[in-house]
C-alpha cells in the first residue's frame, strides 16, 4: 500500500492539555519543515508515551502484547501508514509481512504509532493528511495555540 | 497450562465507580455460587465494555486489530487464565494455537478478558484467584461496598 507520495514523519512529542482533557500527537515533517498535530484521547496516547520514553512497562500493555503475537508468529511490522478517513477523522493502516506477503490491518493512529515505535519501524502520511494537518510553529506559540490549529482527529 | 484446577468464569459486568475514579471488572464463578472482583482503571475496562454489548466500535480498537492479526495468521485462542502476578496484582496469560501448537502470552487481565469476549473463548482463574479473591455478594449490598471487598487488582 506504500507509494512514493508517502511521507516519513517522526513522532515529536506528545501535548497533554490538562484544561481541555485531551492529548495531542505531534508528528513532525522530514528537515522539521512542518508539524502534524493529531488530536486523541489521554487514555489513546498513553501507550505512545511509554514506548517514546523508551519504557518497559512492568507489564505488557495492549501494544507489547500485539508486538509479541507478531514476533512469535513470525509475522514482522513493514510499516505504517496514517491517512484521513473521514476529515477530520484519521485512520492507521498497519502493514505486516507474514512469509514474504503484505497484509494490511486497518486501525486507530494511535495503534499504528505505538506499535511501530515499539518495533521501529517506519511511519507514513499521505499526501492528504500534509494538506490539511500540517502547520509550521514558531517557537513563541504555546502548546494551546497548537490545539487550536490542531484539524485532524485520531 | 490449562489444568484440572482452574475454574472457568462469566464476565457479569464492568462498574464504574465515579466517585472513586476507579472501574471493577466482576467475573462470576459456575452456578452463580461466587463473584470474583478485580479492580481496574477506567480506561483499562472500556475496551471490555464494548464486547459485553456486543458493540462494534466505528473504528477497531487495539483489541479488534489483535483479533484480525491472529486470525489472518491462522492462529486461534484456545482459552485465557487469570492468575495471581504479585498480591494484589493479577495477570492474565493468553493461550493461542498456531499450527497446533499451543503458545502462551503475558498480558494483563483486562486484555485477556477483553480479547476472550471477543472470540468467544473461555475465561479461567486459578485457585489462587478464588482463594484470594472471591466474595459472595447479597442483593442489598451497593457497588461501593463491593469496592471495598474487592482485593485484586488489574
Known amino acids: 500500500m506504500k507509494n512514493i507520495y508517502f ?3 517522526q513522532v515529536k512529542s506528545i501535548l497533554l492539555l490538562q484544561e481541555k482533557g485531551v492529548a495531542i500527537i505531534l508528528l513532525e515533517g522530514p528537515g522539521e519543515k512542518w508539524n502534524l498535530p493529531i488530536l486523541a484521547k489521554p487514555s489513546e ?25 507478531i514476533q512469535r508468529l513470525n509475522a514482522k511490522v513493514l510499516h505504517v501508514l496514517i491517512d484521513i478517513l473521514d476529515e477530520p477523522l484519521c485512520h492507521g493502516i498497519i502493514a ?33 493528511v500534509v ?24
Open 45 to 69: 496516547v498513553f501507550s505512545i508515551s511509554l514506548a517514546l520514553e523508551g519504557q518497559e512497562p512492568p507489564r505488557p500493555q495492549a501494544h507489547d502484547l500485539i508486538v509479541s503475537i
Open 131 to 154: 494538506a490539511k494537518g500540517a502547520v509550521h510553529l514558531n517557537h513563541e506559540e504555546g502548546s494551546l495555540d497548537l490545539g487550536e490549529r490542531t484539524k485532524l482527529r485520531n
Open 96 to 128: 505486516l509481512d507474514i512469509g514474504g506477503r503484505e497484509l494490511d490491518f486497518d486501525s486507530r493512529p494511535s495503534d499504528a504509532i505505538s506499535l511501530a515505535l515499539r518495533v521501529h519501524a517506519p511511519i507514513f502520511v499521505s499526501p492528504d
Open 7 to 9: 511521507t516519513e514523519v
